[in-house]
């Protein structure tokens, strides 16, 4: 006989803090499915009912049909597959880690470098607070400078004088 499941093994509370917002609505309604097979599940007896063989042996008229049935009966087994596909799955699994440790260092370089970009933003003078001076002093590759570079509103390269469009053909 295989054995009896008495409660789900998936820590459902885990799970939901990974599920995006705008899957939430499928997520509660496969776990509504699954929480509802599982009381399904439960509410079977773990093994099959028990028969008085006897008093059908008394109310049958028909000689060794209850013992045909019984026999039958007794040496019925439910076929359960065989698990085929666990060793694979902990084969790809094992296979998976190395990418997800590649991965996983990848991005916490990529975390670390927006985090150093975030404490240089933070670090930078309210908004409010900047003059046109400090801006060009901070950037003066991109800060406006109309004595050395000078350029008409609304100062993009395609507005400025001699400027040609690379996509057109000469």
């Given at each position: 006989?295989?054995?009896?499941?008495?409660?789900?093994?998936?820590?459902?509370?885990?799970?939901?803090?990974?599920?995006?917002?705008?899957?939430?609505?499928?997520?509660?309604?496969?776990?509504?499915?699954?929480?509802?097979?599982?009381?399904?599940?439960?509410?079977?007896?773990?093994?099959?009912?028990?028969?008085?063989w006897?008093?059908?042996?008394?109310?049958?008229?028909?000689?060794?049909?209850?013992?045909k049935?019984?026999?039958?009966?007794?040496?019925?087994?439910?076929?359960?597959?065989?698990?085929?596909?666990?060793?694979?799955?902990?084969?790809?699994?094992?296979e998976?880690?190395?990418?997800?440790?590649?991965?996983?260092?990848?991005?916490?370089a990529?975390?670390?470098?927006?985090e150093?970009?975030?404490?240089?933003?933070?670090?930078l003078?309210?908004?409010?607070?900047?003059?046109?001076?400090?801006?060009?002093?901070?950037?003066?590759?991109?800060?406006?400078?109309?004595?050395?570079?000078?350029?008409?509103?609304?100062?993009?390269?395609?507005?400025?004088?001699?400027?040609?469009?690379?996509?057109?053909?000469?």
């Open positions: 006989m295989a054995k009896r499941i008495t409660n789900s093994a998936i820590n459902w509370k885990a799970l939901e803090k990974r599920v995006p917002p705008e899957q939430r609505a499928n997520f509660f309604a496969f776990k509504g499915k699954s929480e509802a097979y599982l009381r399904r599940m439960l509410s079977s007896p773990p093994e099959p009912p028990k028969i008085d006897e008093q059908y042996k008394k109310l049958v008229p028909v000689p060794g049909l209850v013992e049935f019984q026999s039958e009966y007794t040496s019925f087994k439910v076929p359960y597959p065989a698990d085929k596909l666990t060793a694979s799955v902990d084969q790809q699994w094992k998976l880690q190395p990418l997800i440790a590649k991965f996983t260092e990848t991005n916490k990529h975390i670390a470098a927006a150093k970009e975030m404490a240089r933003i933070n670090a003078p309210k908004f409010e607070d900047m003059t046109m001076e400090m801006v060009r002093d901070m950037y003066p590759d991109t800060a406006l400078d109309c004595v050395n570079r000078p350029s008409f509103w609304p100062h993009t390269e395609d507005e400025q004088l001699g400027y040609s469009d690379p996509t057109t053909k000469v």
